[in-house]
């Protein structure tokens, strides 16, 4: 019985293991193409290449345009820190570009535990799992960064210290805070496929509230730059909303569900036995 759990789960291993190779694979390949991209991309199309004005270099002076405080000044404190800051941007870029691809790929990992009619619904998985991740980033970019910055601006008028940031940290926040707002929001559909997958049940997570609340303060307490709780309550917040609009959902859609534990244990002993005594020719 051991030996039937160990090769299951190797094979479950491989299967990962080649899913996040093939990942890879389209994400370093998009990391180079976003890289060379121009701003202007009717230059790709007519083959000039003079004035070749790169479009992560754009983007890089539109961020600051839009998010930095009037007043503050950049500045760069280690020749690598631009090249790092256009790694680090066409990175963010080439994650959000190859997202489906990435859902399609998590999906295909779940779906052989899944019921054969739950697995149309790929098409439902991906459209949600990119709105809540574009709903993060939005969020972040509209909401929280802008939020951010200005309270650490008036915390440094305050203090009477020059406003010079260092480049690499302003597209820090920039560009991972964005990422992780994107993936945090994600979450409530991987609670659902938990759940689904039986991982975990709706009573489960009903008395997890409190925990999840307090767990969620303390991780964005750390991830949030912002020295005062108004970040951490901004990103909060809309968190909850979304975990408990997806317990209201659990509830009615595993409310008629079979016990998948239960046929998962007939199904594993079936094979036992079928290994045990095969059919004789």
């Not at 609670?191 to 489960?204: A, G, S």
């Amino acid at each position: 019985m051991a030996e039937f759990f160990k090769s299951d789960l190797w094979v479950h291993f491989d299967e990962l293991m080649s899913r996040l190779r093939k990942i890879v694979y389209v994400l370093v390949f998009s990391i180079v193409i976003v890289m060379s991209l121009p701003a202007d991309l009717s230059k790709l199309t007519q083959l000039d290449f003079t004035e070749y004005e790169l479009l992560v270099t754009v983007l890089m002076e539109y961020v600051q345009n839009a998010v930095l405080p009037e007043g503050v000044t950049l500045i760069a404190l280690n020749w690598l820190d631009s090249f790092y800051i256009y790694m680090s941007l066409s990175f963010a870029i080439s994650v959000t570009v190859i997202l489906p691809y990435i859902a399609y790929q998590v999906y295909g990992f779940i779906a052989p535990a899944i019921y054969e009619n739950e697995k149309r619904s790929i098409f439902t998985f991906v459209t949600v799992f990119m709105a809540l991740f574009l709903f993060g980033v939005a969020y972040s970019y509209y909401v929280i960064v802008p939020t951010t910055f200005s309270v650490l601006y008036k915390f440094v008028n305050q203090t009477r210290v020059m406003p010079l940031y260092a480049v690499k940290d302003f597209f820090d926040v920039i560009t991972f805070g964005l990422l992780g707002s994107g993936l945090l929001y994600t979450f409530p559909i991987v609670i659902y496929f938990m759940v689904q997958l039986d991982l975990f049940l709706v009573e489960e997570l009903k008395s997890m509230r409190r925990h999840l609340f307090v767990g969620l303060s303390i991780l964005t307490a750390v991830l949030t730059p912002d020295p005062t709780p108004v970040s951490m309550i901004l990103m909060t917040i809309p968190f909850y909303i979304l975990f408990e609009i997806t317990i209201i959902v659990l509830s009615f859609t595993m409310r008629n569900k079979p016990d998948r534990v239960l046929e998962d244990g007939l199904r594993v002993a079936e094979e036992m036995l079928a290994r045990k005594n095969p059919p004789k020719e």
